[in-house]
Structures are given as C-alpha cells and as structure tokens.
C-alpha cells in the first residue's frame, strides 16, 4: 500500500543530471500519465506507476516523494506544452485567414486532449498546483500577440483586453468537453468556435 498522503508534497525531490536519468524521469512521467488516465487520479499508486515505468518504487521516490508531487510536475509540464503550442500558433498566425485561425486554435486545444488523456483527471484531482502568475500573464500576451499577427493595427492595450476574453471563452470550454459524452464532444468544439469567432469579428 502506497504511503502517498504521510509524505510531504514537493514538485522533484531529485533533479537528473544525466541523458540517463533524464530517461528515467520521463518514463516515470508518462507511465503516471497513463495510469491516472486509466484508472483516475484517486486510484492510481505509486507502486503501479513504478511497475508501469520499469522502475523500482524507490528510484520513483527518489524524483517525486508522492503521488501529488508526480501530479503536480504532470500539471505544469501539461501547461508548458499548451503555452508552447500556442505560442507556434501565433509564429503562424499572419498567414492564417480568419476563420482558419479559430479553428487551428480550437483543434489544437483538442490534438492536446487527444495526446494527454490524464489531462482531465489531473484538473479535478486535488493538487496545490496553481499556474504562476507570471506564466499566465506571458500566456495572455502570447494571445495578444496572436491577434495583433492577424490585425496589425490594433493597439496592444486592446489586444491585451481582446486576450483576456478570448482565454476565458478558451478556458470555459475545456471542463464542458470533460463532462460532454464522446458523440457530443465534436459537436460543442464547433460551437465553441462560432462562439469565439463572433466574438473575435466584432473585435478585430
């Protein structure tokens, strides 16, 4: 039996110095990602996780002492790779007409739910993990940043102001497809999409 709630959460007790460990760590990584997404977070062990990851549960120790820190590094890692696919979104946005726009932006969102499955599990699960506040404002200009790509004569006051609604329309969108049956998910993406791009029409 896992001993996960005695243990003091932490994000890494052991940074790899090495291409092995390094490995090491993302295999650990994945195999927790795949266990929570199978199982759900409550459920899923430590000792499982090792199993899954070929590693012993106290090389599994030695990275994350409990089951919340390897939640918590999923967490952030998860929103790294977000920021990072929008960010290439926007290197690309000039190009893009306005429709194609919002919805590369949206089958992007979902390609991310696709490829992280635990994705959904490790939002509800009870992780004292909050993006910093430094991260969520590079995300918002990021956004601006995107917008202003596609109209070059608005002011970034504006765009930061456009951002801000745009992720919470975003944002919104991500628990209702969680809770939204598989025939439905498709479905309310497309009206997500109408919805940020009416928006998006007014504005831009």
């Not at 959460?9 to 650990?28: C, D, F, K, V, Y």
């Not at 199978?38 to 089951?67: H, L, W």
């Not at 739910?113 to 699960?125: E, Q, S, T, V």
Request: glycine letters at 4%.
């Amino acid at each position: 039996m896992d001993s996960d709630n005695s243990r003091t959460p932490a994000l890494n007790r052991r940074t790899p110095r090495q291409s092995r460990g390094e490995q090491r760590l993302a295999a650990i990584l994945a195999a927790g990602g795949d266990v929570i997404a199978e199982k759900g977070y409550d459920a899923a062990t430590m000792t499982e996780i090792a199993t899954r990851a070929c590693s012993s549960i106290g090389a599994v120790y030695q990275y994350f002492p409990n089951k919340e820190a390897l939640g918590i590094a999923l967490r952030t890692r998860y929103a790294d790779e977000m920021a990072d696919r929008w960010a290439a979104l926007a290197d690309s946005a000039a190009e893009l007409s306005f429709d194609a726009l919002v919805r590369q932006l949206f089958g992007l969102m979902l390609g991310f739910f696709k490829d992280h499955p635990a994705y959904f599990a490790l939002l509800g699960a009870p992780l004292r993990y909050q993006r910093s506040a430094e991260a969520r404002e590079q995300l918002r200009e990021r956004f601006a940043q995107l917008f202003q790509a596609h109209a070059p004569a608005l002011a970034r006051d504006e765009a930061m102001r456009v951002a801000t609604v745009a992720l919470q329309i975003v944002k919104s969108f991500a628990p209702l497809y969680q809770g939204a049956r598989e025939e439905e998910r498709q479905l309310l993406a497309r009206e997500f999409e109408q919805a940020l791009m009416a928006y998006l029409e007014k504005r831009l």
